[in-house]
């Protein structure tokens, strides 16, 4: 893991240059049968690659995917601290099942991660500004005109169309310290949230498997039908290739596009 903090960090310190202020964006839940995609933003001051806080913990930061949900949790209550100290800041964005059929799953990760995004740096005004396109006096007003302009790194590829001028990094989150941090934000705040509509629908499991497709979540589709939660457009092939058309024909698909 200390190998894997200086990879991270020397990734992030590549990238910035001259940079004072780094953000880094990355999404969960993408692959889902059920609930919203959630984006986490982080925007991070250059000066905390070289503090307490990063020396301490950075070692204990990875991809989201590659820590168990204990490590997750610890990090994502640790990040107060930053932002007590003004070196951070951090927000989720979501983008709701509906959004994901009417969207695409591709066009919601960029609600998402845009939302996202926007309420980080509304967090940060008077600290920063975002590289928003074809706005020379920044997000907020003239006067932040002065303030430095954050990089804006994104796992992934290219967002087209994105309000903010960004790098794109494929498999960003196992590269960039910034944007795995961003994802155990987007992955700790969608399992919560699925962890509490669980409570809503306990027929689905949504707290064991948190929407993905498993074999519990598939075998309650087929006892239950979906509810509002599900997406739509995911649902129609793998109902069909798992009980035919007769059971897939018993939703209401429109109803819930609707």
Request: glycine fraction near 10%; hydrophobic fraction near 40%.
């Amino acid at each position: 893991m200390a190998t894997q903090r200086k990879m991270l960090r020397g990734f992030d310190l590549r990238r910035i240059r001259d940079a004072e202020w780094v953000a880094g964006v990355d999404e969960a839940g993408r692959g889902c049968l059920a609930g919203p995609v959630v984006a986490g933003a982080v925007l991070v001051h250059r000066s905390f690659y070289e503090g307490h806080w990063c020396r301490r913990h950075a070692r204990e930061i990875n991809d989201s995917k590659q820590l168990d949900e204990a490590r997750r949790e610890a990090v994502y209550r640790l990040l107060p601290e930053l932002v007590a100290e003004g070196l951070a800041f951090y927000a989720a964005g979501l983008a709701d099942a509906r959004e994901v059929d009417s969207l695409n799953v591709l066009g919601a990760t960029r609600q998402a991660m845009r939302r996202a995004l926007h309420e980080a740096g509304r967090q940060a005004a008077g600290w920063v500004r975002l590289p928003e396109k074809g706005v020379d006096e920044g997000l907020f007003d003239v006067a932040a005109q002065g303030l430095p302009v954050a990089l804006v790194m994104v796992d992934g590829l290219p967002l087209k169309p994105f309000p903010y001028e960004h790098s794109a990094i494929v498999q960003g989150d196992g590269k960039s310290l910034v944007i795995a941090l961003a994802s155990i934000v987007a992955k700790v705040t969608r399992d919560r949230l699925m962890c509490g509509l669980d409570e809503d629908y306990p027929q689905y499991g949504f707290a064991r498997h948190k929407g993905y497709g498993t074999v519990q979540h598939r075998e309650a589709l087929r006892e239950h039908g979906p509810c509002e939660l599900h997406r739509a457009s995911f649902l129609g092939k793998i109902l069909e290739c798992e009980a035919g058309p007769d059971l897939q024909s018993g939703f209401d698909f429109a109803a819930l596009s609707g």
